[in-house]
């Protein structure tokens, strides 16, 4: 049985367009998370431990006036796409689009003003909350007026994330939420001992501006090989590396699947990520970010 509350967490600034950002608390006996209204933020994810105490495995702020600050994305639903947009250009029925650059040479998870900044309009559900916004056509510099809905349900202690969208002209969309686990649990200095495997055969190599070569590569004997779990810390220094930022290509089906499974051994370890796409992004660099 999920149980689900509504309330205000704060006031938009008039800069940013006012408006009430609301909170929804969605609890099971084994788990609470906090989403807000503003960018379809995870503001916290409490899971039960070994030992039965709850504690908040994903990184966020406590008040509004954090996420007005610069951050990382943290927790949000970004887009229209998600990643890097080489450069900021993209054609379409041969007509070519330039976007915002906001990451060096590139556009990132959707420019100056990406779906991670903006309210979305929430419906309350049985197990959880939709939300929904309107990108209008040209917003950002894509095409097409596009239809979004995000929705959150909670089933026991599995947090599910479903995403649908529909547009009044061809458009790239790529959408995700960008949480930060840490599996020790708030407080926690760092996920060096925590382990990860990723059911990937290969991965994209990137240039020095993040963006893929083209080269699909195999992972077998390099860095890029988590088939296996590895611990994170020595992985990392094994390999000489201050973390990924990359795309794992996973096996091609039609079914939600098990893809990836990072672990703690703090009480509150152990994750399962499933999904339906075909590839996934680990991030985890400059020694301070989760996957």
Not at 103 to 127: E, I, T
Not at 144 to 157: I, Q, R
Not at 221 to 249: A, I, W, Y
Not at 254 to 269: D, E, I, M
């Amino acid at each position: 049985m999920t149980e689900v509350k509504r309330e205000v967490f704060g006031q938009m600034p008039q800069a940013e367009g006012g408006g009430v950002v609301e909170k929804f608390v969605l609890k099971s006996d084994s788990m609470k998370v906090e989403i807000l209204s503003l960018g379809c933020i995870i503001a916290a994810l409490e899971t039960k431990g070994r030992d039965g105490e709850f504690s908040d495995v994903v990184l966020g702020f406590d008040t509004l006036e954090g996420y007005m600050r610069e951050h990382p994305y943290f927790g949000a639903t970004v887009g229209r796409v998600a990643n890097r947009i080489a450069k900021g250009r993209f054609t379409v029925d041969g007509k070519e689009y330039q976007l915002f650059l906001n990451n060096g040479p590139n556009s990132l998870h959707g420019g100056a003003r990406g779906f991670d900044k903006v309210l979305w309009s929430p419906q309350v559900l049985p197990n959880g909350v939709c939300f929904f916004r309107l990108s209008p056509d040209g917003e950002e510099g894509y095409p097409g007026d596009l239809k979004v809905w995000v929705t959150y349900t909670l089933s026991g202690g599995e947090l599910a994330i479903n995403y649908r969208a529909q547009t009044s002209k061809t458009t790239p969309i790529n959408l995700t939420n960008h949480a930060y686990f840490n599996l020790a649990g708030q407080g926690s200095q760092d996920i060096y001992n925590h382990e990860i495997s990723i059911e990937a055969d290969s991965y994209l190599p990137v240039d020095e501006t993040k963006i893929p070569t083209g080269e699909v590569a195999a992972v077998q004997g390099t860095s890029f090989d988590l088939r296996q779990p590895v611990e994170m810390g020595k992985h990392l220094q094994k390999f000489h590396l201050d973390g990924f930022d990359h795309n794992f290509c996973l096996q091609q089906a039609q079914a939600r699947r098990l893809v990836a499974s990072p672990t703690s051994p703090a009480p509150y370890s152990g994750q399962e990520r499933n999904t339906t796409t075909p590839h996934g992004l680990c991030s985890t660099p400059l020694k301070e970010r989760g996957c």
